[in-house]
């Protein structure tokens, strides 16, 4: 069963203007990347700017890479997150000890059992399912095989990888996620959103959910 309307979360957002523009155009999330290899990183202070600029009942998500606990700790003493979502190897004792809801990524690699991943990450909200690119975490716009998912599983999908304005409403018809998740797909350049994209995947998303109930 679908939900009535598909969550949306503009990842790597480094900018409070473009933390408003999503919140403006309807997007359920902001997310906030803390893995220092990533282009989309951003620091506490600016993080802590870009949380406190958005309007509320919209969440702040921290994304983190195998990060030092005490590293995860700090940022939260600065940062108002709402969710944190994990993008490593992380266990299920990590991710469960920081006091908040958090999500486990999980690299679709050929194989994948998502049946086994929802029930080691029973604690978490959701699982987001990302495309698999040896050596890179996320953000690669790369997308995967959508009918490797299970429908039956126990726990809310969060849809990502190689996300955008043209391919969104087909990935919704098909998987038919709690959410998705988009990054690379707003861009203008590597590391820098687009406004314009940010709106056009929202307005999509929207579309697409409207003629599903129709």
Not at 98 to 118: C, H, I, N, Q
Not at 155 to 180: K, T
Request: aromatic residues 6%; contains cysteine; proline residues 7%.
């Amino acid at each position: 069963m679908r939900p009535v309307r598909t969550r949306i979360k503009i990842c790597g957002i480094r900018e409070p203007a473009h933390a408003r523009v999503a919140a403006e155009a309807g997007a359920d999330a902001i997310g906030l990347v803390f893995h220092p290899a990533s282009p989309r990183l951003v620091d506490a202070e600016t993080a802590a700017r870009i949380a406190t600029s958005i309007p509320p009942f919209v969440a702040t998500v921290g994304l983190f890479v195998d990060a030092d606990a005490a590293a995860v700790r700090a940022v939260l003493a600065r940062v108002p997150l709402d969710l944190l979502q994990f993008h490593g190897k992380e266990t299920p004792e990590y991710c469960g000890q920081f006091g908040r809801p958090y999500m486990k990524a999980v690299a679709m690699a050929a194989g994948t059992d998502l049946l086994e991943w929802s029930r080691r990450f029973s604690a978490a909200r959701a699982l987001l399912l990302d495309a698999h690119v040896p050596g890179t975490p996320g953000g690669t716009g790369q997308t995967f095989d959508w009918a490797a998912i299970p429908r039956d599983l126990p726990i809310p999908i969060v849809l990502s990888g190689g996300l955008d304005a043209a391919n969104v409403g087909r990935a919704i018809r098909e998987v038919r996620p709690w959410a998705v998740d988009v990054s690379s797909g707003v861009e203008m350049s590597r590391g820098l959103k687009d406004p314009k994209r940010i709106v056009e995947f929202i307005g999509n998303v929207r579309r697409e959910d409207a003629g599903l109930s129709a």
